[in-house]
């Protein structure tokens, strides 16, 4: 274990070694060096995505598999909180927790209908089968504001915080400001799950070795969908607050190179 966080340690500190160094030789070749506005909006960006990124890898430890229907399982619930905020005019403290409830209820559902069902198969299925659910929650995500608003598929929505200030040369609005706010607090509160609660402390049991987990007596299935449905909460909250900034979801389009980003923050973490 102690092997374990001194590597996780050196992998998270060299990669902050990389962004300090490329930071300082883009400050120093740019004609406009690196603006803190440009660092802001990417630590915002990029948080959003790292939420993304935490549900792979939770997904990845528990079932070993990439699941690429992470980021529609999120869009899902993104879709559902315009519908109420710009369809049906509803209150956007009303809207977020109901579309995290989306997010949830879709992960308990996917490990009820397809984790389940493929819990003995090869891995390579489990992962095709994600692909193919992947497309089914991104149909779902374009036709939830139609069917239920008479909305454009892509619309926008924002939250209702005016304020802003200025980082060259970007301005950041209250979208910003509240993915600032959220995202720490959601990363610690999860920290605090997997690290202090009983439940937390079986899912990591189950995640580093399955079959040792099921001698000692750990519900390994039941963890199973806690997973899915922590992974799934965590996909909803990053699309929810990224939507009012980079806009609605375009993954059922772009395909699996939506999750690039997120791919990517998940290696390096």
């Excluded at 090869?122 to 939830?144: D, S």
Aim: avoid cysteine; charged fraction near 10%.
């Amino acid at each position: 274990m102690t092997e374990l966080l001194r590597d996780r340690r050196a992998r998270v500190g060299g990669a902050v070694a990389l962004v300090l160094i490329a930071w300082a030789i883009a400050a120093a070749l740019l004609p406009e060096g690196m603006p803190t506005g440009v660092i802001v909006q990417g630590l915002v960006i990029g948080s959003l995505n790292g939420l993304t990124a935490m549900g792979l890898v939770l997904i990845y430890r528990s079932t070993r598999i990439i699941n690429f229907a992470q980021a529609e399982i999120g869009a899902l619930a993104a879709a559902v909180a315009i519908v109420m905020v710009t369809g049906w005019h509803l209150s956007y403290w009303i809207a977020l927790p109901s579309g995290l409830l989306v997010a949830v209820a879709t992960g308990a559902w996917v490990d009820a209908v397809v984790v389940r069902r493929f819990f003995t198969a090869p891995r390579l299925i489990l992962t095709v089968a994600t692909v193919g659910l992947a497309q089914v929650l991104g149909a779902g995500e374009l036709w939830l504001p139609t069917a239920f608003a008479k909305l454009r598929p892509l619309t926008f929505f924002h939250s209702p915080f005016t304020g802003k200030f200025n980082l060259y040369p970007f301005v950041f609005h209250g979208d910003d400001i509240i993915a600032i706010v959220v995202v720490p607090l959601v990363v610690a509160g999860l920290a605090w799950f997997m690290t202090r609660s009983d439940t937390g402390t079986a899912v990591r049991a189950a995640a580093d070795s399955n079959e040792r987990a099921l001698l000692l007596g750990i519900p390994v299935r039941r963890l199973s969908r806690v997973t899915w449905m922590i992974a799934a909460g965590l996909s909803g909250i990053g699309s929810m607050l990224s939507a009012p900034i980079l806009g609605p979801h375009l993954g059922v389009l772009a395909g699996p190179t939506a999750l690039l980003a997120p791919l990517a923050a998940a290696v390096i973490g």
